[in-house]
């Protein structure tokens, strides 16, 4: 049997497949809760693993998280969990043997998608607590030189724009994504809103509720448009929590469609992610076995 886990900044979701298979027999969840420190979560990560295994025994393993991760699985940086210099794949090691694979979560992502539709240039993009992207380019992930390709939450967007959780300000992760909504509300009206109530008021053009929405959907739909014409890339998949609401989505869908370069047979599709459980276990699952044998 096989382990592939996505840690986000909200839940982390463990999943458990047959050696042939890319549907998980079972999948179980958490509350991440990195302010409870590292060594609780991974002692919960572990109970969790051992549970789905229930004796039997494990092949391989793989990792998708948030943040910059280096080739030795390490995670230099990731503000959505406060890690920083953190050795991931050594310590889940301990419990669980040397084959295994972490990767960024949104690579993984980009890969899985990329897998499923056959494509060699995509990006996909999650929008959800924060926001990220991971690129696959002439087939392959592309990671950068410091391994922080497709960290675009943290761009700066709005020179005077509000704090981010890297400690900047003006990032686009604190103007677009749900966090940076929650945020700008309550510091806008006293409230503690979830988004799915700040886009119902949204939706029936309740202030300030409606500009703070669809100014962060403007803000993030003219960066992605700026990406697709930069990369020339083929397919942009949407993903995360945000995507789910039809108000959101089709603000950013929209303003892509509309404003992309057009240039003589170019045609760029705007879809949403269709791999499940989600697209990081499936692609960090598929990145592991072929790096410990090949086996897809």
């Not at 991760?69 to 959505?80: K, T």
């Not at 920083?84 to 310590?91: D, G, I, M, S, V």
């Not at 972490?102 to 980009?110: F, H, K, L, R």
């Not at 989505?249 to 760029?268: A, C, D, F, S």
Request: one cysteine or more; glycine letters at 12%; proline letters at 3%.
């Amino acid at each position: 049997m096989d382990l592939s886990v996505d840690i986000g900044g909200t839940k982390t979701l463990v999943a458990a497949f047959d050696e042939d298979s890319l549907v998980p027999r079972e999948v179980l969840q958490f509350p991440t809760e990195p302010h409870r420190g590292f060594e609780d979560f991974l002692r919960r990560l572990t109970e969790t693993g051992k549970k789905l295994l229930s004796g039997e025994q494990l092949r391989i393993w793989a990792i998708s998280t948030a943040g910059a991760v280096d080739d030795d699985g390490n995670v230099l940086w990731s503000p959505n969990l406060g890690w920083k210099n953190l050795a991931l794949k050594q310590a889940f090691s301990r419990f669980f043997g040397d084959k295994g694979f972490v990767e960024n979560d949104c690579n993984a992502a980009a890969y899985a998608e990329a897998w499923v539709r056959g494509s060699k240039n995509l990006a996909y993009v999650t929008v959800s607590t924060g926001i990220g992207m991971g690129l696959v380019l002439e087939g392959k992930v592309y990671r950068g030189s410091h391994y922080a390709a497709g960290e675009i939450g943290h761009t700066i967007v709005e020179e005077e724009g509000p704090v981010c959780s890297c400690g900047r300000k003006g990032c686009l992760q604190a103007i677009s994504s749900g966090r940076g909504l929650e945020n700008l509300i309550q510091s806008l009206t006293g409230e503690r809103l979830r988004c799915e109530d700040i886009f119902e008021k949204a939706k029936m053009r309740f202030e300030p509720y409606f500009q703070v929405v669809s100014h962060g959907a403007k803000v993030l739909a003219r960066f992605l448009t700026n990406i697709v014409d930069t990369l020339d890339i083929e397919v942009l998949v949407l993903g995360g929590g945000l995507t789910k609401s039809e108000f959101y989505r089709n603000m950013l869908v929209e303003h892509v469609q509309r404003n992309y370069y057009m240039t003589p047979g170019k045609k760029i599709s705007v879809e949403l992610s269709q791999v499940q459980p989600n697209p990081g276990t499936v692609g960090v699952l598929l990145l592991s076995r072929q790096r410990f044998g090949g086996i897809v």
